[in-house]
C-alpha cells in the first residue's frame, strides 16, 4: 500500500493477491479464483470499497477521516458515560 494510492487501487490489489493465492494453491484460473474471492464478505466489502464513494480518495485521506469519526465516537460514548454532551472541534 502506497499513501498517494487511491481507496479503489488498494481495495483492487488486495483483490488481486488474493484471487492469485488462491488460482495458485487451487490451480483455477485466475478469473474463477477472483469470482470465489469476490463471494466472500471480506470480497464484498473491498468491492464496496473499491466502486464506492470513498473509492477516488487517497488512502491517506480516508484513514484520516476514520481516525477523526473514531475519535469523535469515542468522544461520544465517554461524554455519555459521563452525562455530559460532547463538543468537537473540527480542524480543516
Request: glycine share 8%.
Given at each position: ?54 473509492g ?16 469523535e ?20
Amino acid at each position: 500500500m502506497r499513501e498517494d494510492q487511491s481507496v479503489a487501487e488498494m481495495a483492487n490489489e488486495v483483490l488481486m493477491r488474493q484471487a492469485k493465492a488462491r488460482a495458485e494453491r487451487s490451480g483455477e484460473p485466475i478469473e474463477e479464483a477472483m469470482e470465489v474471492v469476490l463471494d466472500t464478505e471480506a470480497g464484498k466489502l473491498l468491492k464496496e470499497l473499491k466502486d464506492g464513494p470513498l473509492g477516488e480518495e487517497s488512502v491517506e485521506e480516508t484513514q484520516v477521516e476514520v481516525a477523526r469519526e473514531r475519535a469523535e465516537e469515542r468522544a461520544e460514548a465517554l461524554g455519555k458515560r459521563l452525562g455530559e454532551a460532547p463538543e468537537f472541534r473540527t480542524h480543516g
